[in-house]
């Protein structure tokens, strides 16, 4: 259906605000941390940026000495003056929905945008370290990716244009570079590799892009939390982030709010210091956009819906529910803190869509069986950057099919995703304020595409969360601020649910001592948190049936991760239990 709207929101089509890797050209390059870290060991260092890239995204990373043959004569004169190259693979996956040469268009298109993503990312932590650094991608290259992959232990040219990785992954990759002056160690040259060997990988099938069932076997159409009222709206202006930042919580809480975090890795995802350092803020302008005047006919909303529902997933969603949109669960005015320092804020929020796209991306169990550390800070992050890029490329995508729509993510954002989320059914609202989904718990971040293209819509899902929450108070007990209630449910605007004291929530977050910029333990301790294993999902699915069965999960979970868990963990740099002094933020020794 449409190949072409795809490719056109993937490359640079027609209209180029619709292409939203055109975005990271802004902060390819930028102005680097005064405040620079010192690096007395350089392996250390790369085995650091080796993991972030991973992290980000890349399957192989490789790094080498920058040679003047790698960079093209016109490479602006910064890049020049780098030492090291660092060489990204990014492995490529095909759509679910495409075949034959449309879907390998698409799949290279995806790849180039995420190996944009993983050099954009890793340049941005480089440059918050102190150092220069510039990312080269698919728009914007000037070094000799190929030369740079081959001598940093890749793999190797085939042709004029091949590359081939001696990994399952074959030549299905596709390549990036961060050029830098960070003292690095670097990898060898790959050892020449047989014809043979070339061909096998070659012969290889496109990898699949991940297919998530889209909730077959849960009981649909009965909302468990209760609408007993006229819904009231909310004003963003009193959004406890914006709270903070303006200072009505306290001269502290503003002050560590809105100054930089001692976290590299938190600099990056998070407009609080240098926005050219930051990836997802020069998404902004994206999140709407011209409309393709040529709109494509929908004679089916429901065919239409679900192939929609592949495209999300195919930029990287988890979980994609449809709701009609209802004018309740959007902000009344403008006041986010970007609004502050805009003079946009207190101006009327109109969101004319009759639509609603919910969308979830699962956070890694690993880097989530402990808060508030700064290990859990790190998914929070990039799930907020890929909640971003699935709701921004969606929504270019729809415009680029002829019809209107609009991307809310974290920092450009005019709607509560949450009840959006819950009404188009991805789960339900729990004691601990958040959305529970059956497969991955609360650990998701959300994004919300609106829009005016028809489609069928979902319906709310009981998953049994509600009545676990009816007999657990793990979340409350375990909240380090005491602001989630332990008693039944109140009315607030005219909604049946548990309701937190959220100054609370964001007073702990921002005037802790161990300067953690967030805080997500009622996430991390609920036990609907199971690690993804099959076991896992069979075990919650028997949550809705029996208060029995219900009593005994929970019980088991107070056995197997304890009544209060604080399992050790170990992530980059850093180490739980832990404090911002065991954090080696300054030295790498
Ligand atoms: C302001 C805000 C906060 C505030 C207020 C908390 C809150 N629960 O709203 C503070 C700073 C305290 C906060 C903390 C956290 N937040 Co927050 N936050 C937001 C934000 C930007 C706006 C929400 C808002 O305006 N709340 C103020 C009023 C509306 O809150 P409330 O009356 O308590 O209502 C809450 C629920 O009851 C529900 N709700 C309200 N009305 C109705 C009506 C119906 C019918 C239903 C079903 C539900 C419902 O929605 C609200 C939660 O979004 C949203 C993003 C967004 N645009 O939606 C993220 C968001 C809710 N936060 C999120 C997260 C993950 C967190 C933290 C874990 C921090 C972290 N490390 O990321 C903690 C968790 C705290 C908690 N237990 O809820 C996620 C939730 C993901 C999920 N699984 O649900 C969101 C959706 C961000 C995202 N893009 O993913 N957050
Ligand atoms: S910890 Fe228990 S009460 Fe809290 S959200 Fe999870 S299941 Fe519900
Ligand atoms: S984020 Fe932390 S402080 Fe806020 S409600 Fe959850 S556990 Fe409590």
Redesign the pocket.
Known sequence: MEPEALLRVLATGARPRNCPATAWVRVAAGPVNPDRIEVRNPGRMSGYVRTAARYFGAALVGITRLAPHDIDPATPADVHEHTAAIGIGVPIAAPAFARGAAARAAAVGRGDLDAAEVVVCLACLIREFGYRARAHFFLSESVDHRAIASRAGLGWTTDARGFVTPTRYGGWVRLATVTTDLPLALDVEASPVSALRRLAARCRPLPRSRRHAPLPGVRRGS?T?G?VGP?GR?D?R?????K?ARGDLGPLVQQRWTAPSVDPFRRIYFPENRPQNVPMRSWRPFAEGPVNPAAAPVPDPRAMAEHMKAVARFFGADLVGIAEL?Q??V?THRGLRIDYAKGAAGQPIHVPHRFAIAM?VESEYELYTN??NFI??IP?GK??LV?ARVAVCLAAWIRELGYPAKA???IN???????????AGL????R??????RDW????????VTTDLPLATDR?VDLGVQALCSTCDK?AVN?PAR??PTGPKVV????E????D?????TY?TANPKKFN???R??AVCPWNVPPRWYTRLAVRGLRYSALYRRLFLWADDRARGEKPNPPMEFLWYRVPGSAEDVQLRVVE
């Open positions: 909302p939390t609408i819904l909310v963003q009193d959004e406890h982030h914006t903070a209802d309740a669960f902000f979830a808060s508030p859990n800070d929070h799930g907020y909640t809310h993510f974290f954002e005019e709607v509560l995703h949450v009840p959006i989320a819950v009404t789960g339900e609202l729990a601990n304020g958040s959305l529970i989904t718990g609360p650990r998701v971040r959300l994004a919300t709310p979340c909240c602001c989630i607030v605007r005219g909604v649910k548990w309701q937190l959220n100054d609370r929530c964001m977050w967030s805080c997500a009622c996430i």
